[in-house]
């Protein structure tokens, strides 16, 4: 036999290597439970009955009908398309529809993220493990459009990744059109802009901190103009720049800064979430203490995403 026909091709590689063959695992584990399908959510009823009204009546409402306190009250439903992803979903496969999508995204928010590892680790496993101890919160999460957010984030993350472990710009060009559906996802586009802002004043912080001030302007220009674009495109909305006027009005609500409502609340150890979170953080920076490398400032921004 020839060795020509021993080779296999990489394209056979990745598809049957050992990360997808754990994540598909993960999704025919994940889709049929009814957990996952938001029925135990009180507020899954309320994007769901959204959803349906907006395919009902081929638009979107101007009032607040669901609300025992604010009822008849004006209303921007920004994140209308994810309400409407989840009532087509339900709509195909009831409850195990709804499941089915909150495993698919789960999925994607792994791949994405494995992706994103995978541009500074060699090892594939090691760049799975990674995305699964960073993510593994979000297996116990039900179909919402939050999970949009988590997906997004995850996204953000690759494109960054791509940008700066090979400097081209290509990547960058996925910035904009992410954001223009983002922004009709879920509210979390917000916290994306402020990770890709954020990122961008670390960079300068970086060459600044380096005595690089004269290369300062060439370095963020880059990522800063696709910030830019991608900060642009959360205008292709359907209410345009009230969209942020209401992400202002909810960041400006007392019960979001007193912590009333409990997923708006800040993290705090003494939870599941915030004691998962303070491990994989300090876990994060314990290796980055241990490295023969010293990261960027721009590199930490990356890798607490």
Same mark, same amino acid.
Not at 170 to 190: E, Q, S
Not at 236 to 242: E, F, K, L, Q, V
């Given at each position: 036999m020839s060795l020509k026909n021993d080779v296999r091709k990489p394209s056979d590689v990745e598809l049957f290597d050992h990360p997808f063959v754990a994540i598909l695992s993960l999704?025919?584990?994940?889709?049929?439970? @009814?957990?996952?399908?938001?029925?135990?959510?009180?507020?899954?009823y309320w994007h769901l009955s959204y959803g349906d009204w907006i395919l009902d009546n081929g638009r979107l409402p101007t009032a #607040?009908?669901?609300?025992?306190?604010?009822?008849?009250?004006?209303?921007?439903?920004?994140?209308?398309?994810?309400?409407?992803?989840?009532?087509?979903?339900?709509?195909? =496969?009831?409850?195990?529809?709804t499941s089915v999508l909150a495993a698919l995204l789960i999925c994607l928010t792994l791949t994405c993220s494995y992706r994103a590892a995978r541009c500074y680790l060699d090892n594939r496993l090691a760049a799975l493990a990674v995305a699964a101890g960073c993510n593994?919160?979000?297996?116990?999460?039900?179909?919402?459009?939050?999970?949009? &957010?988590? +997906?997004?984030?995850?996204?953000? &993350?690759?494109?960054?990744?791509?940008?700066?472990?090979?400097?081209?710009?290509?990547?960058?060009?996925?910035?904009?059109?992410?954001?223009?559906?983002?922004? %009709? +996802?879920?509210?979390?586009?917000?916290?994306?802009?402020?990770?890709?802002?954020? +990122?961008? =004043?670390?960079?300068? @912080? #970086? %060459?600044?901190v380096r005595n690089e001030c004269a290369g300062i302007l060439s370095s963020c220009a880059p990522l800063g103009w696709a910030a830019l674009a991608g900060t642009l495109a959360t205008l292709?909305?359907?209410?345009?720049?009230?969209a942020w006027q209401y992400a202002m009005e909810i960041a400006n609500l007392k019960s979001s800064s007193a912590g009333i409502v409990d997923e708006w609340a800040a993290t705090s150890i003494k939870g599941d979430v915030g004691f998962n979170f303070f491990i994989v953080t300090t876990t994060m920076f314990a290796c980055m203490i241990a490295s023969v490398k010293r990261p960027s400032s721009d590199q930490c921004c990356v890798r607490l995403r």
């Open positions: 999704f025919i584990y994940r889709a049929p439970a @009814a957990t996952g399908s938001g029925i135990i959510d009180p507020d899954y #607040d009908f669901w609300s025992w306190t604010m009822e008849g009250k004006a209303y921007r439903l920004t994140q209308w398309l994810g309400e409407v992803v989840m009532a087509l979903a339900n709509r195909a =496969g009831g409850e195990v529809g593994a919160i979000l297996v116990s999460l039900s179909c919402r459009p939050h999970q949009f &957010t988590h +997906l997004g984030l995850a996204c953000l &993350t690759w494109i960054i990744a791509a940008y700066m472990t090979t400097g081209l710009r290509k990547p960058l060009y996925w910035i904009a059109p992410l954001f223009a559906l983002w922004v %009709n +996802l879920h509210g979390g586009y917000a916290v994306g802009l402020a990770y890709l802002w954020m +990122l961008v =004043g670390a960079i300068a @912080a #970086d %060459n600044f292709m909305n359907p209410y345009g720049w009230g």
